[in-house]
């Protein structure tokens, strides 16, 4: 049974007492799960155990009932392996938090129980071990706090950022707007785990300040106003940060106050001082919002950067599952974080291009750097574990192993010849090489003090030979060794058996050294007083003789002194080594970044088509320009043949285009298309294009597909509002913004008002990059209002009652609603379609009535003219019908060549003396 153990979650007679102390616990949130340790397995109970069976193990199958009467409780028992994966879906997938329970007293003193362990997101280090023991850890683990400041007329929002794993503290203090625009570029940039604000702060602001953490994905924590006191925070500093003037007081960042408020609830939530291994070991910086691109929550989802539970196991749906080739784990871990954190500096995007470029031309080079890293272990946890005595020596040889691999990766990386050579020999070579000489102490010490002939047998012992008192202990256990199997032989003489055959001699921990002989030929120890009979198994009889007794607890009392200097010895080399934890997160920050370039190379190198070099350019150049461009995660979807797109958007001429087309069509993977674009090419990565300009964006920010919140209470109008808000807030004229259905959630005339106002005022007003996904065709009458405006739209051919889209985009307005011919692929019964139909039509001229009695404004001129365009379509249709039939009704076989042209300039004449607008349009486009 999934989960369940061979024991029974409790002895009955204990069952009372549990539930009562169960009973006694203080009530917690719905996304805590208390467990509890019963040494061979653990339980969970109540509420928790229905959580753990339902959502864990998709089974009820594993949950008992325990108690008496109308008080019995639903319980869960797990078996270690079982705790361990579920610990790590709880925390790590599902963002719960874990309390763990265990017993002072053992079975019999259930009223003993005490917290002994408790975890969160962003809180993992009582965790550790389980988690990370046999896995990577693939992503950075942090916590944010957050103080709004009491400041008239601004909000000011005191921050901090602490990344225990990396031993980093980041603060700053920032003006933000009402939807704390910079509070979620932040989040996005950072990446936290879990969020702490102040509890009972019921004003506006803290309500904006929650949801936009929660919209973020990220977990919240309430704690006590008292808790964001600085009283100590100077002192705890002290102890904490590496800082050459051992005061902390004289840091610039101590002077933010509000941040330092943030700061002090980090150290007392995380119990960061408890830990003696992190006193003198953290860094403060502070945090710089414009280093990075300016992303909000909305475009990280709709350009489905991270993954998400949705995707299962095709990981190329997300952008960091398809660019992630990293062979080590902190270039996993560092891959996440650059992909939330696109640089502005354009010199910094053009040295990572440079590295790509090199590798991406060099195939060789780029799989012999790949084979070489995958190597490698993750030093930023190896130095950890040595941080906080926790490292063994086969810790210690891992990286002893390593550093001496360094030198093959140093030689590959040597071999490049082309034009960036000197920049790989900056980047890496030269400080890898440099690192491998900080090392050769390290190799001197593990070469001289470990016996590394015995790694091949698994065994990580120091060498006998390193100590006079360890050298002397292993001879004379060499010498009391090479007795015992003459002992052997004494007793297969003694017994008429055949030594190694019927009677073998074995160890083990409990006995030590013994003989052993099957159940067969047991029946010759009987009444032999030289023998000792241990115990009697299926798999034979184990015993001992009075001499075989005496060398195994000679050679057991020699052991135990042997590991005892062993074990004193192996902590000084441990201590010593411990010495070397800068150069192994150092070692690790230059492979996750070599790890990282390689990765862009391999995905760029390995496309369906070959990813292009963008062309990078300042803010101010205002332009994207992208030829053939594709979508990187759907182009490598199985039975997908992606057609590609161009786009030229530039400040002056054409920064706001309107998209329309069916449904279907390819509008919204267009825009989302060129967004991912100019992400990947500003975190240093090759783009899925034949050709590509790109002036560097401060933001790309989006209104995307919003879904109803209804346990927040918003709606689906509502939270496009709140995102479109923002993006009006925050939004610059070097910002790139995507829109895709904006005004759905409302009706037709107010959604329709709402979309004209929001594209004039970014078209006008904030003059920003914008791609507008819309399927308010009124709405393109703004390109006749606004010069940088342009329509462009998808594709799509009607031919009788099949509909074929072309995804194609193409210059000018779709006036037409393929809305019905969607309802007849899917086999809608005729009458609603032949009903729909004419409604339509009503509805078209109840619209254009209207306009005609209102026609003093912009919007009304647009229903009106929408409406002229839809009118000289159908017209335009007719008139090319009775145009072909014409031409199709001409006697060419009895015409000369001259008169057959003659008769069809004379149609085409009269075609045109019709002047009918879509007609001429049309001519014009194709000429």
């Not at 053992?106 to 997101?121: E, M, R, V, Y």
């Not at 012992?461 to 009391?480: A, K, W």
């Not at 759905?744 to 005339?749: A, D, K, L």
């Not at 149609?907 to 486009?925: C, P, Q, V, W």
Request: hydrophobic share 40%; with cysteine.
């Amino acid at each position: 049974m999934a989960g369940q153990t061979s024991q029974e979650v409790l002895d009955v007679p204990y069952e009372q007492t549990f539930l009562t102390y169960l009973g006694s616990l203080p009530e917690k949130s719905e996304t805590t799960i208390r467990v509890f340790d019963r040494t061979e397995y653990y339980t969970v109970h109540g509420s928790d155990a229905t959580f753990i069976a339902k959502e864990i193990f998709k089974t009820m199958n594993v949950v008992r009932q325990i108690g008496s009467g109308g008080k019995k409780v639903p319980s869960v028992a797990l078996s270690k392996v079982r705790f361990e994966s579920t610990i790590r879906e709880l925390l790590l997938v599902r963002q719960y938090r874990v309390e763990l329970y265990r017993n002072k007293g053992g079975k019999g003193t259930l009223q003993s129980w005490f917290l002994a362990g408790k975890a969160s997101p962003g809180n993992l280090q009582q965790f550790e071990e389980i988690l990370f023991g046999n896995n990577e850890m693939s992503a950075s683990v942090g916590v944010m706090a957050f103080k709004l400041a009491a400041d008239a007329g601004q909000k000011t929002v005191g921050v901090a950022y602490v990344d225990i794993a990396e031993r980093k503290i980041a603060v700053c203090e920032i003006v933000d707007n009402d939807h704390f625009s910079n509070v979620e570029a932040m989040l996005v940039q950072l990446g936290p785990k879990e969020c702490i604000v102040q509890a009972n702060d019921q004003s506006p602001d803290a309500g904006n300040l929650r949801e936009v953490i929660q919209r973020s994905g990220i977990m919240v924590t309430e704690k006590k106003k008292g808790d964001f006191s600085t009283v100590d925070v100077v002192q705890d500093l002290n102890r904490l940060l590496k800082i050459n003037s051992g005061n902390s007081s004289t840091l610039p960042e101590v002077d933010l106050n509000h941040a330092m408020s943030c700061v002090a609830v980090i150290i007392k939530y995380l119990e960061i001082l408890s830990d003696d291994s992190n006193f003198g070991r953290f860094h403060i910086s502070t945090i710089d919002l414009n280093q990075y691109m300016k992303l909000d929550a909305a475009a990280v989802r709709a350009l489905s950067l991270l993954p998400s539970s949705a995707d299962g196991a095709n990981k190329s749906v997300s952008l960091l599952g398809l660019l992630n080739k990293c062979r080590t784990p902190q270039g996993k871990r560092l891959l996440g974080q650059w992909i939330k954190q696109p640089l502005l500096d354009e010199k910094k995007i053009e040295e990572r291009l440079n590295v790509v470029e090199t590798f991406f031309n060099n195939v060789v080079l780029r799989q012999t750097v790949q084979e070489e890293l995958k190597k490698f272990p993750d030093f930023s946890r190896m130095a950890k574990k040595f941080q906080k005595n926790r490292a063994t020596l086969q810790d210690c040889v891992r990286v002893y192993q390593a550093v001496g691999r360094l030198q093959e990766l140093v030689i590959s990386l040597d071999e490049c010849q082309d034009n960036h050579r000197p920049l790989i020999n900056e980047l890496f070579v030269a400080p890898l090489q440099e690192l491998k000489d900080d090392f050769s102490k390290y190799v001197e010490l593990v070469e001289t003090t470990i016996d590394l002939d015995q790694i091949e047998n698994h065994e990580f012992l120091i060498r006998p030979s390193f100590d006079e008192g360890l050298q002397e202990c292993r001879e004379n256990m060499d010498q009391v060794q090479r007795k015992i199997p003459r002992q052997l032989d004494k007793a297969a003489n003694e017994l008429g058996l055949e030594a190694g055959k019927t009677i073998k001699l074995e160890t083990n921990s409990q006995f030590g050294y013994y003989f052993r002989v099957t159940r067969k030929e047991e029946k010759k120890l009987r009444g032999n007083k030289k023998f000792t009979t241990l115990d009697t198994r299926k798999d034979g009889v184990r015993f001992t003789s009075s001499v075989l007794r005496q060398l195994n607890d000679e050679f057991q009392a020699l052991k135990a002194t042997y590991d005892d200097v062993q074990s004193k010895l192996a902590n000084e080399v441990i201590k010593i080594a411990s010495g070397y934890c800068e150069p192994m997160q150092i070692l690790s920050d230059s492979l996750a970044k070599l790890d990282v370039l390689i990765s862009f190379s391999h995905v760029a190198a390995s496309a369906p088509i070959p990813y292009c070099r963008p062309k990078i350019f300042p803010a101010e150049h205002g332009s994207v320009i992208l030829s053939a461009v594709r979508h990187p995660c759907l182009e490598v979807q199985d039975e997908i043949a992606f057609i590609p797109n161009d786009v030229t958007l530039n400040r002056d001429e054409q920064s706001f285009l309107i998209i329309t087309g069916p449904n279907m069509g390819g509008k919204s993977t267009y825009i989302r298309s060129i967004s991912v674009a100019v992400l990947m090419a500003q975190i240093g990565c090759f783009v899925p294009c034949e050709a590509a300009e790109i002036s560097i964006k401060d933001a790309i920010l989006a209104r995307v597909g919003s879904a109803d919140s209804q346990l927040k209470g918003v709606s689906t109008f509502m939270s496009e509002m709140l995102e479109t808000a923002s993006i009006l807030r925050s939004a610059t004229e070097n910002s790139l913004i995507i829109i895709d259905e904006l005004g759905r959630g409302t009706s037709t005339y107010d959604g329709f008002g709402l979309a004209w106002a929001i594209s004039e005022f970014i078209s006008t007003r904030i003059k920003a990059l914008c791609l507008f996904a819309t399927h308010f065709h009124e709405l393109t009458a703004l390109a006749d209002a606004v010069p940088s405006v342009k329509n462009y739209h998808v594709t799509a051919m009607t031919t009788g009652d099949t509909l074929t889209l072309l995804y194609r985009i193409k210059k000018g307005v779709c006036d037409q609603s393929f809305g019905i011919h969607v309802a007849e692929l899917t086999n809608f019964p005729r009458k609603v379609i032949e009903f729909a139909k004419r409604k339509a039509e009503e509805l078209e001229d109840f619209q254009g009535q209207t306009a005609e009695d209102n026609n003093d404004s912009n919007e009304n001129q647009a229903i009106l003219s929408s409406k002229k365009r839809r009118m000289d379509k159908k017209e335009g249709d007719n008139l090319i019908q009775e145009f072909l039939q014409n031409v199709a009704s001409i006697p060419i076989d009895n015409l000369s060549d001259d008169q057959v042209s003659t008769k069809v300039l004379d149609l085409k004449n009269a075609l045109l003396e019709k002047n009918n607008s879509y007609i001429n349009d049309m001519l014009t486009r194709n000429t």
